[in-house]
């Protein structure tokens, strides 16, 4: 089975800025999303399509995705930034979560 | 938004049915998916159903436990997953998906279920 592999954890100086990796054979040929969950909250969609962010979601909040590597890039980090972050891609008919990287804004 | 139903305690072998109310767009124009999430784990995908015409597409490691309806009268999906075990227990989450069932991300989330699998 396809499998999204992500960092467990990632930690960032408040304003500087955060790189969340995910890796999955030629992952670059799909669509990757990103999401965010805080402590006793639903997901929320960051990134979808590679690039593209919701409305509602900061400029801050950027992603990219080529090879066998999608990042997610998280400019001028915040402290409500400190969270769990998922990868998310389509293996034909079945959707793929990373494991998640939880990161922390020292 | 989509509103789920409540948190249901249940004993191993049973049974148990979630519902996802969905308003505020047209239901039929999307699909939905169903999350799930164990205590201190990570996501898990368990399947998608249209919203249009009923189709459903299952995570290999539930089929033939699980199962996914919809009413469009109601806006509002069902998941039923049966021969419940310990390892079951998790949050539910239903969330808006793409039409396809196979592409897009997730973009409206319930704020989920909590089932217990207790004896």
């Known amino acids: 089975s396809y499998e999204l592999t992500q960092p467990p954890s990632v930690s960032v100086s408040p304003g500087q800025t955060a790189s969340i990796t995910c890796s999955g054979d030629r992952l670059g040929d799909e669509y990757a999303c990103w999401y965010q969950q805080k402590p006793g909250q639903s997901p929320v969609l960051l990134i979808y399509q590679d690039t593209k962010r919701p409305s509602g979601i900061p400029q801050r909040f950027s992603g990219s995705n080529s090879g066998n590597t999608a990042t997610l890039t998280i400019s001028g980090t915040q402290g409500m930034d400190e969270a769990d972050y998922y990868c998310?891609?389509?293996?034909?008919?079945?959707?793929?979560f990373g494991g998640g990287t939880r990161l922390t804004v020292l | 938004q989509v509103v789920q139903s409540g948190a249901e305690v249940k004993k191993p072998g049973a049974s148990v049915k979630v519902s996802c109310k969905a308003s505020?767009?047209?239901?039929?124009?999307?699909?939905i998916s169903w999350v799930r999430q164990a205590p201190g784990q990570g996501l898990e995908w368990l399947g998608w159903?249209?919203?249009?015409?009923?189709?459903?597409n299952y995570a290999q490691k539930l089929q033939g436990r699980v199962t996914m309806t919809r009413d469009t009268s109601t806006s509002t999906a069902y998941l039923e997953l049966r021969s419940l075990r310990s390892d079951d227990t998790a949050i539910y989450y239903c969330?808006?998906?793409?039409?396809?069932?196979?592409?897009?991300?997730?973009?409206?989330w319930g704020q989920g279920t909590l089932v217990t699998v207790s004896s």
């Open positions: 969330a808006r998906a793409d039409s396809s069932g196979r592409s897009g991300g997730f973009d409206y």
């Open positions: 159903i249209s919203g249009y015409n009923g189709y459903t």
């Open positions: 505020g767009y047209t239901f039929s124009d999307y699909g």
């Open positions: 998310q891609a389509w293996d034909s008919s079945t959707a793929v």
